[in-house]
């Protein structure tokens, strides 16, 4: 199987084409700059190009503009990106009959249900970067027949910035740890992701997926797990609530995300978010002890 990888030096390009890429893949890794092929989502003629040139049987797209609160301030930056990109990436995939696995967000929730969100709920989006995230999913189901859509939630991981990685590095500084604790979600190991989303391109048939580690946690949860994984049983976390941490963007407040469609398929649910973030810091702790 030949596989494009849009945004393949992010966080999750990285654990897709680094940590978990099967060995029978032809991996192809793309990036605005510097990846083996240089790719800017934008530009028309460009994603023409490169996509008629590999004529990939999969385009993975993980490229996107992710700064959900400097998106309030230049919502078209992140239009372009998240909605023209994407809708460009769809329409070259099914003019060369590839199928596309486009990467969404729990943020594209409005967090009213108070309970996990599945694949048949309505969006509501909050924000400005989840409303270019929606778009960008209704490019992609509009303008490829062959794809999926993977809504995923509150991210880390090996590589980039990240929460866990933040409260670590913070940790280590003697920082004063003040956490939100009136915001639930489900954290999600990149690693884990990559793994679920290689399996789902091999296996699944197409549609829309909530692929997430499973249970749900406020940030305050997670940092505090995040150090004791780590044996910081000592450093103290103490619990606020976000209005006292205002932030440009509106979150919602419940965003787990369930799957009715994945087990449907016989895909394996991701572990407990918990033990995701005990490997997570035993790499970390691997690489800087
Ligand atoms: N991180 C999360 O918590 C989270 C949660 C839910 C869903 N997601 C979704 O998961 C996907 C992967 O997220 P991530 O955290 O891995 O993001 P990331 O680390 O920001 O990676 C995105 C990559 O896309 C690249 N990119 C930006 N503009 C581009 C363009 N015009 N052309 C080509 N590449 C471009 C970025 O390059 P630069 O760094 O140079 O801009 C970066 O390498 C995204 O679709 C995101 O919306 C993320």
Redesign the pocket.
Known sequence: MKVLV?????????AICLQTAPADVELHA????GAQID????CPTAVREVIHSIAPDVII??????QVDRAEEEPDVAY???AL?SELVALTADRVAAAMC??????VFDGAKRAAYHEYDEPNPLSAYART?LA?ELAVARHCRRHWIV??????GE??R?FPATILRAAREGRQLRVVADQTGSP?Y?RDLARAIWRLIAHAGYGTYHIVNLGSASWYELARRTLDAAGLYDVPVQPIPSSDWPSPARRPAYSPLSSLRGPAEGLPPLRPWQDAVSEFVSHVRKEQP
């Open positions: 849009t945004g393949a030096n992010g966080m999750l390009g990285k793309a990036d605005i700059v790719l800017d989502i934008t797209h993980c490229a996107a503009y992710t372009r990106v998240n990109g486009y990467i969404s967000t729990d943020f995230k960008g809504r995923t939630a509150w991210l880390y590589h980039g990240n999600t990149a």
